[in-house]
């Protein structure tokens, strides 16, 4: 059953930015989208809102006073699980990898079209549902492209064939599986497999992205299902 948290009708969304404009802007299109918008101003208030609301997803500016954008992403983290989507007036890697090293979902650089953030929402909101409903289900399989992920066997398809992967191939493949469209950074995806001594031998993921990509990818060359996020990392495009 889909859980009214993430259903897309009335879907609360919680807009977090200092600038009453850009508020009163999201907040008049999303609701003409269908979503039941919540708002704060700053990093305290959006704490506050989301414990009062318990949004399905919060869009969170990132350079607020007071409370910054990633102290407030920090603190969300240690109860929030939903999704979280940065918006930010930079589009430099270090801070989109910052940010979703602390547990951000997506990012979406300033100026932004409200309607590829009402995309980013519904995604966010449905990728979040997926993750649930595998968590609850006994048997869950992740589909991508020609292959499966089997994930209690451990075992993966490609076109009905089991494909024979390393220890260390298959915990990288799990760990894009159950983050499914989602972008892992390099950080993340290092300390999931290896440890969380790792950190920056990116050199590790490219060789291993580069097995998988060989042994799972109609053409490894131009991957459908195992993206490269320039700078940032990687994501599992699913079915």
């Known amino acids: 059953m889909t859980s009214a948290k993430h259903r897309l009708e ?78 930010s007036a930079t589009d430099q890697e270090q801070e989109k990898v910052r940010a979703l090293d602390i547990g951000a979902d997506d990012y979406i650089t300033k100026p932004f079209g409200t309607e590829e953030l009402a995309a980013r929402i519904r995604a966010a909101s449905r990728r979040a549902e997926r993750l649930e409903s595998a968590a ?41 599986a159950v983050n499914a469209g989602k972008v892992m950074t390099h950080r993340q995806l290092l300390q999931s497999v290896w440890g969380p001594e790792y950190g920056e031998e990116t050199e590790y993921l490219r060789t291993f992205v580069k097995q998988l990509r060989r042994k799972l990818e ?11 996020e320039p700078g940032v990392g990687y994501r599992l495009f699913t079915n």
Request: a negative charge; proline letters at 6%; zero cysteines.
């Open 10 to 87: 009335n879907l609360g969304v919680l807009v977090v930015d200092d600038d009453p404009k850009i508020r009163r802007l999201v907040a008049t299109h999303l609701g003409q989208s269908g979503f039941e918008i919540f708002l704060a101003a700053n990093g305290e208030e959006a704490i506050y809102q989301a414990s009062l609301h318990q949004p399905g997803v919060v869009v969170l500016d990132l350079d607020m006073p007071g409370i910054d954008g990633f102290e407030t992403l920090s603190r969300l983290r240690e109860w929030y699980t939903d999704p979280v989507i940065i918006l």
């Open 218 to 228: 109609e053409d490894p060359s131009r991957p459908k299902q195992i993206l490269t």
């Open 136 to 176: 609850n289900t006994a048997d869950p399989i992740v589909q991508a492209g020609s292959f499966k992920i089997d994930l209690p066997a451990r075992i993966v398809y490609r076109e009905g064939e089991e494909v024979r992967l390393t220890r260390t191939e298959y915990d990288l493949l799990r760990s894009l």
